[in-house]
């Protein structure tokens, strides 16, 4: 297979390339199991968990955009 590099996408818009990102980013989050996380940042996550005042209001990116497009 050939390797994909930045000047494959030159014709396109700027529009069609963040499509592409978005579409690339939500093909990740969806087997989120299979990114690695450092330890590092599981701790600071942890740390900034404790200091929400609401933690369990947590939403979402896939609710937040869904919410901002309706």
Do not use: C, Y
Not at 33 to 58: C, G, N, T, Y
């Amino acid at each position: 297979m050939k390797p994909i590099v930045a000047s494959d996408f030159a014709g396109l818009t700027v529009q069609q390339r963040i499509r592409l990102v978005e579409e690339i980013w939500d093909s990740i989050a969806e087997n989120p199991e299979s990114v690695v996380v450092p330890d590092w940042h599981r701790q600071e996550l942890e740390k900034r968990l404790e200091i929400s005042p609401d933690a369990e209001q947590v939403v979402s990116w896939k609710e937040v955009k869904k919410g901002i497009l309706e």
